[in-house]
């Protein structure tokens, strides 16, 4: 069964981006974000936050208004710069919810052997099946969103990729892929993207690719674009495509980058095989 997904970049701040997935919102974000963020009412919701940093991460929760936490952490907790937080649009999320979500989170993280800065393994109080269920219902929506929209693993023990990140790249080896009938080989799972992304831009298949293209900058949804992105601290995360008008959105992990070449296979109807990734 299809469902749908709404997804806005605010335009004060291109660097916070919220996706929506009744009854369900994640907020994406940078720390340097923090004014921006208190303007849209997700922040003032009740939800679960996730902190990210140079290797490591803080889970935490929000009865009220996840804002005032992150206000405080702004202050105690100086080492992140990436911040990712969810909740419900009616803001429905009880303090039995909280707490399974956020031990939920905590549990897989330390099985990934993230180093976490929190100090508990979360709270454990009494939840009733159906409030379970639909805390569960909520958590599978924003993995969901996190994983196939916003390509983000949160349980991937590297780092998550967020602007300041170099390229990808595996040391005295080489990553391939086969797209289709044709070979594509580099010496990072980047120069595979961009070398695919490029030939099918200047091949007969770039109108299967038109659900990609935004009329401005591209993004982490809309990968093709006219524009060149820069955010705001000066980091280029796009690249031109040579003998083109288009830029192309660069700046994914790993896993964003298996994500976005599955989406191109299905768009194109190419049979992809990761032979070395």
Known sequence: MPYHIFINRESGNDNISIFYDEPTFVVIANKDDLPAIQLIEESQKPGIYILLGDNKRYVGQASNSIFSRLQQHNTNKPWWNKLIFFGREDGHLSKAQLDLLERLIIEK??????????????????ID???????????????KLLNDVANIDLFNSEHIQTEDNSDNSTLNSHISIIFGESLYTG??????????????????????????????????VQILGNREYIS?????????????????????????LYNQIKKLAEL??????FERW
């Open 187 to 220: 010496k990072s799972h980047r120069d595979v993207f961009t070398q695919l992304v490029s030939n099918l831009v200047l091949s007969s298949e770039l109108d299967k690719l038109i659900p990609l293209m935004s009329p401005n900058e591209p993004n982490t």
């Open 232 to 256: 705001a601290k000066g980091t280029k995360l796009t690249k031109p495509i040579e003998l083109t008008k288009y830029h192309m959105y660069v700046n994914f992990s790993k896993i964003g």
């Open 268 to 273: 194109t109807g190419k049979k992809v095989i």
């Open 109 to 126: 993280m330390n099985t990934a052997n993230i180093d976490l800065d929190n100090s508990t393994q979360g709270n454990k109080s009494y």
């Open 129 to 143: 099946k159906l409030s379970k269920f639909s805390a569960l219902s909520l958590w599978n929506k924003v993995d």
